[in-house]
């Protein structure tokens, strides 16, 4: 599976981004996905993930009302938009597949994920 992430950029608080990952090399919809963002010197964590179906997502607690996951199994792709972003949202954005078994299963563990994107850079300023 190839996964490739784009839609970063800098943005002022408050401000909006869309981040979009085409995936390739595997049927689609047989694809659970996943946002994770890493921060320097910090861990990878979980920002969103949706099922295969798109009808069951799960978001951070720290983004939950600010983000929305969606996905396109037409398009093979998985989109998250940013909302009233935050200096904190400041990192580098991944997106994430695996395969999952039930159409309603998301994954919330990074090791849960064996394909990732190559990261898409965020930067929000204060």
């Known amino acids: 599976v190839q996964l490739q992430a784009s839609g970063g950029g800098l943005v002022q608080a408050g401000g909006s981004l869309r981040l979009s990952c085409a995936a390739s090399g595997l049927t689609f919809s047989m694809l659970a996905m996943g946002w994770f963002r890493q921060a320097p010197g910090k861990e990878r964590e979980i920002v969103a993930a949706?099922?295969?179906?798109?009808?069951?997502?799960y978001y951070a607690d720290s983004v939950n009302d600010r983000n929305t996951i969606s996905r396109d199994n037409a398009k093979n792709t998985v989109y998250l938009q940013m909302n009233s972003l935050k200096p904190e949202d400041t990192a580098v954005y991944y997106c994430?597949?695996?395969?999952?078994?039930?159409?309603?299963?998301?994954?919330?563990?990074?090791?849960?994920?064996?394909?990732w994107g190559q990261g898409t850079q965020v930067t929000v300023s204060s």
């Open positions: 994430a597949a695996t395969v999952t078994m039930g159409l309603g299963w998301v994954r919330t563990h990074r090791h849960e994920y064996p394909y």
């Open positions: 949706i099922s295969r179906s798109g009808g069951t997502t």
